[in-house]
T-cell receptor, first 116, second 113 residues
């Protein structure tokens, strides 16, 4: 079974631009979560989508947004990029929304975003 | 406010010995805990999890122990192998909310041959 895929793997943008990142979950997984990893802040939760609805949101400004499609694929968008948005953006999928057991998240390889 | 803490940034052990990675949490709403391993330029790989109704869970060379009263969990790797060298993250979630993981800062494990 194929894992979580993320595109693109690397991206370079300049301040003020916007960017869209894509995530395809493991086949059969319906929940997708996004995380940002930076050296200073570590891994931080951005948001979670299930059944095309945002179920959870982390403590990030409104410039960060996302959506989920009917096939469970998800995109996240960052508008008006700032230098501090440079990070590894990770997508994770799980079978369903809610609790264990068996609902562990599986991560993709990430998209490395560099903002110049 | 760091709700999940891994106080040791790094750990070095000899091949064949036991590796013990520690994690503390402050939020008593957390009731599901996971360990992930991460190599550079890759996403985290799920290793093992434990629910708060248990105090121990084993999977091969990996065992996670949970001490709820101390709000502490640990990952034991026995025996350690050079391929285990990676960054290990502890993560926690609250009941019915496994899609929102709160991560510790990670511990870099080096296993020397």
């Amino acid at each position: 079974k194929a894992g979580v895929t993320q595109t693109p793997r690397y991206l370079i943008k300049t301040r003020g631009q916007q960017v869209t990142l894509s995530c395809s979950p493991i086949s059969g997984h319906r929940s997708v979560s996004w995380y940002q990893q930076t050296p200073g802040q570590g891994l931080q939760f951005l948001f979670e989508y299930f059944s095309e609805t945002q179920r959870n949101k982390g403590n990030f400004p409104g410039r960060f947004s996302g959506r989920q499609f009917s096939n469970s694929r998800s995109e996240m968008n960052v508008s008006t990029l700032e230098l501090g948005d440079s990070a590894l953006y990770l997508c994770a999928s799980s079978l369903a929304y809610g609790g264990p057991p068996g609902n562990e998240q599986f991560f993709g390889p990430g998209t490395r975003l560099t903002v110049l | 406010d760091q709700q999940v803490k891994q106080n040791s940034p790094s750990l070095s052990v000899q091949e064949g010995r036991i590796s013990i990675l520690n994690c503390d949490y402050t939020n008593s709403m957390f009731d599901y805990f996971l360990w992930y391993k991460k190599y550079p330029a890759e996403g985290p790989t799920f290793l093992i999890s434990i629910s708060s109704i248990k105090d121990k869970n084993e999977d091969g060379r990996f065992t996670v122990f949970l001490n709820k009263s101390a709000k502490h969990l640990s990952l034991h790797i026995v025996p350690s192998q050079p391929g285990d060298s990676a960054v290990y993250f502890c993560a926690a979630s609250a009941s019915g909310n496994t899609g929102k993981l709160i991560f510790g800062q990670g511990t870099t494990l080096q296993v020397k041959p």
